[in-house]
């Protein structure tokens, strides 16, 4: 939606939220499901309702919890029966500056201020051991802006006993923490109150009327920022999750032509095939969604990202072939075909061969030239089908002597199968890294 694509009119969108969100919901898009629970230490309901529009402008349609006011602690440590019946995706842990227990003042000696920071750090933590081990979700976690007044002047930032050293020192020790913490995300809120403007973005009327801790105009702002950090958690596997119903599909059209070939091997090559095809689909996605420069925020290396979508191309090819191989001799010995155990194993490892060979061209060429532009990749499975086709019209397994004599020695060639598997995709994969180490994401 052209009004929710930054920059954006936040008092705009801030007086039209509701018409934009019947927009949004009416347009048929199909969305991700998502639970998102929000523990504020202030008034969250304009910030929940503006996150919304923009996760659904993103593609997801999500439900909310709100803890109740200034409860953000209690619920992410002891949880309720409400937040336990909500089973939350993602936690999002809306503090700021006044929800700090201690504040140094310039009678504070540097035990005091030092206690004081090591209990505010260890109040957050527990929080995040809480949602851990009751939801086992990823948590977004907000810094802490500066304050808006320095009662000590330009040493405020220098002296211990400044709250904007304090704070400065707060935020430092909270990043050296969520480091170590791979399933805590930061909202960078001391950056985005700095870029909008500290004095604007603290302006305490909105406190004292209605106990927000930021500029109601400015919602819009940080709620795009949290709308962002959810939409790049979206892994491979959520990613694809709305077109599950298009993948399965796939999967059954080759049962109908293992019906009218009445060929297993013909019937599984049609099934890596299509799969193949779909292997594309993270790609086009967040090609389409800007997720690749969003992924740029997580804490894993380029190797790790490619390692992850191989691992998941990996996967959805076993789990295709190695439901042919069990559904489609089920039809054919139902039609009357009879389909040795030899020959479905050498089908099985005949059709991850085939499939490997497919997705070690594709993905390189798919990380080099993207989705859109490298389209021409996804069409190497329909080839590499015709030339299998055209080969099996050319020889007849059933007759042919070295076939017959393969059938023997299955174990021989299922570890010659995976050795060239494993080859074949460590090339593949070390192109692909290489490829995306010379990118910028």
Same mark, same amino acid.
């Given at each position: 939606?052209?009004?929710?694509?930054?920059?954006?009119?936040?008092? #705009?969108?801030?007086?039209?939220?509701?018409?934009?969100?019947?927009?949004?919901?009416?347009?048929?898009?199909?969305?991700?499901?998502?639970?998102?629970?929000? %523990?504020?230490?202030?008034?969250?309901?304009?910030?929940?309702?503006?996150?919304? %529009?923009?996760?659904?402008?993103?593609?997801?349609?999500?439900?909310?919890?709100?803890?109740?006011?200034?409860? #953000?602690?209690?619920?992410?440590?002891?949880?309720?029966?409400?937040?336990? =019946? #909500?089973?939350?995706?993602?936690?999002?842990?809306?503090?700021?500056?006044?929800?700090?227990?201690?504040?140094?003042?310039?009678?504070?000696?540097?035990?005091?201020?030092?206690?004081?920071?090591?209990?505010?750090?260890?109040?957050?933590?527990?929080?995040?051991? &809480? /949602?851990?081990?009751?939801?086992?979700?990823?948590?977004?976690?907000?810094?802490?802006?500066?304050?808006?007044?320095?009662?000590?002047?330009?040493?405020?930032?220098?002296?211990?006993?400044?709250?904007?050293?304090?704070?400065?020192?707060?935020?430092?020790?909270?990043?050296?923490?969520?480091?170590?913490?791979?399933?805590?995300?930061?909202?960078?809120?001391?950056?985005? $109150?700095?870029?909008?403007?500290?004095?604007?973005?603290?302006?305490?009327?909105?406190?004292?009327?209605?106990?927000?801790?930021?500029?109601?105009?400015?919602?819009?702002?940080?709620?795009?920022?949290?709308?962002?950090?959810?939409?790049?958690?979206?892994?491979?596997?959520?990613?694809?999750?709305?077109?599950?119903?298009?993948?399965?599909?796939?999967?059954?059209?080759?049962?109908?032509?293992?019906?009218?070939?009445?060929?297993?091997? +013909?019937?599984? $090559?049609?099934?890596?095939?299509?799969?193949?095809?779909?292997?594309?689909?993270?790609?086009?996605?967040?090609?389409?969604?800007?997720?690749?420069?969003?992924?740029?925020?997580?804490?894993?290396?380029?190797?790790?990202?490619?390692?992850?979508?191989?691992?998941?191309?990996?996967?959805? &090819? !076993?789990?295709?072939?190695?439901? $042919?191989?069990?559904?489609?001799?089920? /039809?054919?010995?139902?039609?009357?075909?009879?389909? +040795?155990?030899?020959?479905?194993?050498?089908?099985?490892?005949?059709?991850?061969?085939?499939?490997?060979?497919?997705?070690? #061209?594709?993905?390189?060429?798919?990380?080099?030239? &993207?989705?859109?532009? !490298? =389209?021409?990749?996804?069409?190497?499975?329909?080839? !590499?089908?015709?030339?299998?086709?055209?080969?099996?019209?050319?020889?007849?397994?059933?007759?042919?002597?070295?076939?017959?004599?393969?059938?023997?020695?299955? &174990?021989?060639?299922?570890?010659?199968?995976?050795?060239?598997?494993?080859?074949?995709? +460590?090339?593949?994969?070390?192109?692909?890294?290489?490829?995306?180490?010379?990118?910028?994401?």
């Amino acid at each position: 939606m052209k009004e929710l694509e930054y920059p954006f009119d936040n008092g #705009f969108i801030m007086k039209k939220k509701r018409s934009l969100k019947r927009q949004l919901l009416g347009d048929g898009a199909v969305r991700l499901k998502k639970r998102v629970a929000v %523990l504020g230490g202030s008034t969250t309901d304009d910030i929940v309702s503006v996150l919304e %529009l923009f996760l659904l402008d993103m593609g997801f349609e999500c439900e909310f919890y709100q803890s109740e006011y200034g409860q #953000f602690w209690q619920d992410a440590v002891f949880s309720n029966e409400e937040l336990d =019946r #909500f089973k939350p995706d993602i936690v999002y842990i809306h503090t700021s500056l006044r929800n700090l227990s201690f504040s140094p003042t310039p009678r504070s000696g540097e035990e005091e201020i030092e206690q004081g920071l090591n209990a505010e750090l260890d109040r957050l933590s527990q929080a995040w051991d &809480g /949602v851990k081990e009751h939801f086992g979700c990823p948590v977004i976690q907000n810094n802490f802006e500066l304050p808006f007044f320095r009662l000590m002047g330009n040493m405020d930032a220098s002296d211990r006993r400044g709250k904007v050293n304090f704070v400065t020192r707060l935020n430092s020790a909270l990043y050296d923490r969520i480091s170590q913490r791979p399933e805590v995300y930061l909202n960078d809120i001391n950056w985005l $109150s700095a870029a909008y403007g500290l004095e604007k973005w603290s302006e305490p009327k909105y406190w004292y009327l209605y106990k927000y801790a930021l500029n109601i105009e400015a919602i819009p702002e940080l709620a795009f920022q949290v709308a962002n950090i959810i939409k790049a958690m979206t892994l491979d596997f959520d990613l694809v999750q709305v077109y599950v119903k298009a993948i399965c599909f796939t999967l059954l059209i080759p049962v109908v032509f293992a019906i009218i070939n009445r060929s297993l091997m +013909t019937s599984v $090559s049609f099934a890596t095939c299509f799969i193949a095809m779909a292997s594309g689909y993270t790609f086009s996605i967040s090609e389409k969604n800007g997720m690749e420069s969003l992924y740029g925020i997580f804490p894993i290396t380029k190797k790790e990202f490619v390692l992850g979508r191989y691992l998941y191309t990996i996967i959805m &090819g !076993g789990i295709a072939v190695l439901f $042919s191989c069990i559904v489609h001799p089920i /039809v054919l010995f139902i039609l009357g075909d009879k389909v +040795t155990w030899q020959q479905i194993i050498f089908t099985f490892l005949y059709g991850i061969l085939l499939y490997s060979i497919y997705t070690v #061209f594709q993905l390189p060429g798919y990380y080099k030239y &993207g989705s859109i532009n !490298g =389209r021409m990749f996804m069409y190497i499975p329909i080839i !590499g089908f015709l030339l299998v086709l055209f080969g099996m019209e050319k020889v007849n397994l059933s007759k042919n002597g070295f076939a017959i004599s393969i059938f023997s020695n299955l &174990g021989i060639l299922a570890a010659v199968i995976t050795f060239g598997i494993i080859l074949i995709y +460590t090339v593949s994969i070390c192109i692909s890294i290489r490829i995306m180490k010379n990118k910028e994401i």
